[in-house]
């Protein structure tokens, strides 16, 4: 900057395009730096920060629903002191809001850099190809469960101030820690498979359709199965689609009396769910691979 | 003097169909150099080698005294790289864009956002770095392209045709742009191209490659002597002319419809201009005159470069 301002004699003044080049020679960052800067990018862009208007309308419309939801279950139990929904059944009602919200970021984070052709230029750099993946994965994952466990903490804080005693409060207290980690299995298990379907579609709009659809079109699969008569079949059924694959999980192990009928198979659930990311994570560091040597 | 890049019967193969790159032992010292060849020759295959994002099939590579393949990392951490095709997401600025990819490169956020400034004001982009980038002429884009390679100061540039798209006077501000970064800055520049008469302006040293093989790897200075010649085309009045300028005492040499006139500095634009002028001829074209690769291929052969 000062080589700027200094007035150069014999120079015009204002002409600034001849200053010299300065090496640099301060420090470069490590692999963590480089990553946790991508992974901060990504979930700024998640929620369309540094963005134009345009990408921001979408992920902050849902962020608006689902903070609505929120104050409306607030007032509710202010108003009647009845808790209408529990911690835990608040991210199964949201479900199709957070495919949406899955389906507008996924895209936002994978397919942009496809279609702009910009990986070439992450990849010309340190920055490993899996870390770039894992970052991006790791983004859509952050913002997926602050999209959530904002509204949450709010219904907490809401109910801590409406329940009589400090007991009631750490029970509460209590109830929102596990609804906490549900939303973290949905936020896990919804983006690996949201970022799986974006990082191999370059446009951003077939990328949300297809997300839209990996999750939607699976459901009348499980409908189907929940009707034979066998019940095994019937209690199995949940593990054909994302969305009720989580739902079984809740069942299991953060909802006392589940509503899915999944029977003595939670552990199966759970480690359905497990292997389900465990798969995209893998496919999606192979896509990487393979799309750098391109 | 540390050699820039040394390859030893490096080889790349597609598939087992494509040969991108057969054989090719070429050594480098630090300066501009030129990497000449059609579309299609292996230049880009050649620069992804050694950026160490394709592994060669066979032979070796050698980068700033490293192993592209082996030390990836440390090789990337010290090149700037320019691609070909677009790179560059429409919807950022060129200011928040070159700032990522120079985080991306390690530097601290503050010294990133600094940097990028100060590389875009060096590439010629000032006011306009704020506005999205998507809304930029082509010449602007590849500014950018050129920045985001800059920005982390590195000791190598790979530039994949530099040039592409540019209308001349752009070519010709792109081209000065690398040449100063190449003295002024004191970082080694590889440029690829598919015209010779473009790169060997600015080049200490020239490599051709024709389908994958190395043709001729030389310092500029070795090749014959490359004079500078522009080509005249005046749509009528030829002779008229080439009187003219042989009276000017200039050493004009007819090629079919058109006047060959050595360069001797800018006076002979303007000799030339002026004749056109007070002779009052439709002036059809004037343009330095470029060497095509096939030319120099054919120089090998006859001894004589053009």
């Known amino acids: ?294 | 003097m540390v050699t820039l890049i040394a390859t030893q019967s490096l080889t790349k193969t597609y598939g087992n169909r494509v040969t991108a790159l057969s054989d090719l032992t070429v050594a480098v010292e630090p300066g501009i150099v030129g990497l000449v060849g059609a579309n299609g020759a292996g230049k880009s295959t050649f620069i992804k080698i050694l950026l160490g994002l394709l592994a060669p099939t066979g032979g070796q590579a050698r980068v700033l005294d490293l192993d592209p393949t082996v030390d990836g990392q440390a090789v990337r951490s010290r090149v700037g790289y320019m691609p070909e095709h677009d790179c560059l997401p429409p919807d950022l600025s060129a200011a928040e864009f070159v700032t990522h990819m120079a985080r991306m490169s390690g530097l601290p956020r503050t010294t990133a956002r600094e940097r990028a400034s100060e590389t875009l004001r060096h590439v010629g982009l000032y006011e306009e770095r704020y506005r999205q980038v998507g809304g930029y002429s082509t010449g602007m884009k590849q500014r950018v392209k050129l920045a985001q390679a800059l920005v982390h100061d590195p000791d190598l540039l790979l530039l994949d045709e530099p040039t592409n798209g540019l209308d001349p006077a752009g070519r010709d501000g792109m081209l000065a742009l690398i040449h100063r970064i190449g003295t002024e800055f004191g970082i080694s520049v590889l440029v690829c191209s598919h015209l010779l008469g473009e790169v060997e302006r600015i080049c200490d040293a020239l490599v051709a490659i024709e389908a994958g093989r190395l043709l001729r790897s030389a310092q500029l200075s070795d090749m014959t002597t490359v004079t500078d010649v522009l080509s005249v085309e005046v749509s009528e009045g030829t002779d008229e002319l080439a009187a003219r300028l042989a009276a000017l005492e200039l050493p004009v040499r007819r090629d079919g419809r058109l006047l060959l006139i050595p360069i001797d500095g800018d006076a002979t634009y303007d000799l030339i201009l002026t004749a056109v002028a007070e002779l009052d001829l439709p002036l059809h074209r004037l343009d330095q005159r470029r060497h095509r690769v096939a030319e120099l291929f054919a120089s090998t052969t006859q001894g004589d470069l053009q």
């Open chain 1, 1 to 294: 900057m000062t080589a700027l301002d200094t007035h150069q004699p014999g120079r015009p003044a204002g002409v600034i395009h001849d200053i010299g080049y300065q090496r640099y020679d301060g420090p470069r960052l490590g692999r963590r730096h480089i990553v946790g800067a991508l992974y901060l990018h990504g979930l700024r862009a998640a929620f369309g920060l540094g963005r134009s208007a345009k990408g921001k309308v979408f992920p902050w419309l849902i962020v608006g629903v689902v903070g609505m939801v929120a104050a409306v279950l607030i007032a509710i139990r202010a108003q009647t002191g009845q808790a209408v929904l529990s911690y835990a059944e608040f991210p199964e009602v949201l479900t199709l809001l957070i495919v949406f919200f899955c389906a507008v970021v996924a895209p936002e984070l994978a397919s942009r850099d496809l279609h702009s052709g910009v990986l070439p230029l992450y990849f010309a750099r340190p920055l490993r190809r899996g870390d770039y993946a894992l970052a991006k994965l790791a983004a859509l994952v952050s913002a997926t469960f602050l999209l959530l466990a904002g509204p949450l903490t709010l219904m907490f804080a809401g109910a801590a101030f409406t329940v009589d005693g400090l007991g009631a409060v750490w029970s509460e207290f209590g109830d929102y820690l596990v609804a906490l980690g549900y939303v973290a299995v949905h936020a896990v298990v919804f983006s690996a498979v949201a970022m799986l379907v974006a990082s191999v579609v370059r446009r951003r709009a077939v990328a949300a359709g297809a997300i839209v659809g990996a999750f939607l079109l699976t459901t009348p699969v499980v409908g189907v199965l929940a009707v034979l008569p066998s019940e095994t079949a019937s209690q199995l059924a949940g593990l054909a689609s994302p969305i009720t694959l989580v739902g079984g999980i809740g069942d299991w192990a953060f909802e006392a009396g589940g509503d899915l009928g999944i029977g003595r198979f939670g552990p199966l659930y759970g480690a359905v769910a497990l292997g389900l990311v465990g798969v995209c994570v893998l496919l999606l560091l192979a896509r990487y691979r393979k799309v750098a040597s391109q």
